[in-house]
Nanobody, 119 residues
Framework: QVQLQESGPGLVKPSQTLSLTCTVS??????????WSWIRQPPGKGLEWIGY???????RYTPSLNGRTSISRDTSKNQFTLQLSAVTPEDTSVYYC???????????WGQGTQVTVSS
């Protein structure tokens, strides 16, 4: 029923801000009590949770990204957006959006999008 689709540039220059949008269909991002997450998988590494925006608009981010993360939403478009500032090549990864039903419990995923940080 629910489909998620990531979109945004595949190449970002170091020190700039990475911005990706997840468009959701088949369900509202404001519906109780779901959470909408960004997750990434760097090459050769495991999945890393970045953060979420909840049904009520509240946000939570992994502290490992040192405050560089911001997640927002546009409820009129049923979209939520990731902004990761001051990127470095270490941020090169496949980025996913997904729906949470609980901590580390995801029932729907986007297909993922490759983002490369390079000059």
């Amino acid at each position: 029923q629910v489909q998620l689709q990531e979109s945004g540039p595949g190449l970002v220059k170091p020190s700039q801000t990475l911005s990706l949008t997840c468009t959701v269909s088949g369900g509202s991002i404001t519906t109780n009590y779901y959470y909408w997450s960004w997750i990434r998988q760097p090459p050769g590494k495991g999945l890393e949770w970045i953060g979420y925006i909840a049904y009520d608009g509240s946000t939570r981010y992994t502290p490992s990204l040192n405050g560089r993360t911001s997640i927002s939403r546009d409820t009129s478009k049923n979209q939520f957006t990731l902004q990761l500032s001051a990127v470095t090549p270490e941020d090169t990864s496949v980025y996913y959006c997904a729906r949470n039903t609980g901590p580390w419990e995801y029932d729907y995923w986007g297909q993922g999008t490759q983002v490369t940080v390079s000059s």
